[in-house]
């Protein structure tokens, strides 16, 4: 038999499972053309689902000061009942990082990821270390899903772990084009963040191969906004974590996080999760022109 204590703790995650967590969720609107954003800051653009995305990835990210029970899947068992319906497949692989000294680079392990998986691991997965869980997809349906799907996440690993301290809250979007798309770079993106690599008649016989740039932006909210973007050729990547494409390619990543380390609290951090969505997505709307829009599918 369960104690009184242990059945009381179990109803009240229970309870906050199945009460709603109220996050700033922007629906979709119709396209109707020439709808260009004049600044990578202003005021929040509203969302046009693309019926053919180019988007590659997208990541929800919550860091928390270290737990390392979570290396025992004893521990790790509630948090996978409390998403199994969602995420039915779980795998376990062992996390590798580098050290560098004086003897040279030497591989070292850096712990236990837990990965929860939906049928089709491209779609939705939520990862989850001693310092930090995650949501990622491939395919990418809409904002709200994400935030909806980050809310159930949340809720979850606080009943379960009752972290005390968030230290960083991050989204981040990445955005490929390839193919007969990217010889018309030069339409679909502003001069602004084509750089050189908008007009290579302007090269003459030269032809570009690499070109990145990558910014930092701070906010007046103290979270920042790093940005990088450019062209890549088939087989190369700039980030371990984004696996490289087969052809040669041109990418936009942004990435928009705060690390000052506050309360865990499910509100703020939901209303920080869509904030940033929304930033990122200004941000994208005035990287890209109209033309854009229409060649990945706007709904009109």
């Avoid at 800051?41 to 979570?70: C, D, T, W, Y």
């Avoid at 990821?113 to 939906?118: G, I, K, S």
Wanted: glycine share 8%; aromatic share 10%.
């Amino acid at each position: 038999m369960l104690s009184a204590q242990t059945e009381l703790w179990q109803t009240r995650w229970l309870v906050q499972l199945i009460t709603p967590l109220k996050v700033p969720i922007q629906f979709h609107g119709k396209y109707t053309g020439k709808v260009m954003t004049m600044t990578p800051f202003g005021p929040s653009v509203q969302e046009v689902r693309l019926a053919r995305a180019p988007l590659v990835n997208v990541i929800a990210q919550v860091r928390f000061p270290a737990v390392m029970k979570i290396e025992d899947s004893a521990f790790v068992a509630n948090f996978q009942e409390a998403i199994r319906n969602d995420y039915p497949i779980l795998r376990s692989e062992r996390q590798l990082g580098v050290l560098i000294g004086p003897g040279g680079v030497r591989p070292q392990d850096a712990g236990t990821v837990w990965r929860f998986e939906t049928k089709d691991p491209a779609t939705w997965q939520v990862t989850l270390t001693p310092t930090f869980v995650s949501l990622s997809a491939k395919h990418y349906t809409c904002r709200s899903d994400l935030l909806e799907r980050l809310t159930v996440v949340l809720r979850a690993l606080e009943g379960w772990l009752q972290p005390n301290v968030c230290d960083r809250i991050g989204i981040r979007y990445v955005d490929r084009v390839a193919g007969s798309q990217l010889a018309r770079i030069s339409t679909l993106v502003r001069p602004e963040i084509l750089g050189v690599g908008g007009d290579e008649a302007t090269l003459g016989g030269a032809e570009i191969v690499h070109s990145m740039s990558d910014a930092m932006f701070r906010l007046d909210d103290s979270s920042q906004l790093r940005g990088r973007w450019g062209r890549l050729p088939a087989g190369a990547t700039y980030d371990p974590g984004i696996e490289p494409a087969r052809e040669s390619s041109w990418v936009l990543d942004l990435d928009h996080y705060t690390s000052r380390s506050e309360e865990f609290d499910l509100t703020t951090i939901g209303c920080k999760a869509a904030e940033f969505c929304d930033r990122i997505y200004t941000f994208f709307r005035w990287a890209v022109t109209d033309a854009f829009l229409d060649e990945f599918g706007a709904e009109r």
